[in-house]
């Protein structure tokens, strides 16, 4: 297992809940692409109220606009692998907005993560 700490590259995608590619949500084929580039990992957090460049106000209060909820898929890892990502997401998001943040990496370990992991150089930890 990778472990990543320190400095690292969180890239935010807002969408929409109802955006497609290929007649499959477009946030669950960035997360699973992001999954086969191998990056730290992703997650896709759903809004309950959101506008973006159309400013029609999305929300979960009233049915009639409860569809098309806002969604962010947040992906962090090494600064050199996220950018190497960019070009996947460029493909996939032809409408939304897409930020980079510096960040720095606290922990980072999943379940049974165990002593001895290479961190993001190679080395032991």
């Not at 606009?65 to 969604?71: A, G, H, R």
């Not at 962010?72 to 897409?98: C, K, W, Y």
């Amino acid at each position: 297992m990778t472990r990543l700490t320190g400095s690292a590259l969180r890239v935010t995608v807002f969408i929409g809940e109802n955006d497609t590619w290929h007649h499959r949500p477009l946030y669950s084929e960035i997360v699973h692409r992001a999954h086969a580039a191998g990056l730290a990992g992703a997650s896709v957090f759903r809004g309950i109220e959101g506008f973006g460049a159309s400013s029609l106000i999305h929300t979960s209060r009233l049915l009639s606009l409860s569809e098309d909820l806002p969604v962010a898929i947040v992906i962090v890892d090494t600064e050199e692998r996220v950018r190497a990502f960019l070009p996947q997401i460029d493909e996939l998001v032809s409408e939304g907005l897409v930020i980079l943040d510096d960040c720095e990496v606290i922990r980072y370990v999943g379940r049974g993560g165990e002593r001895g992991d290479t961190d993001v150089k190679g080395e032991k930890s």
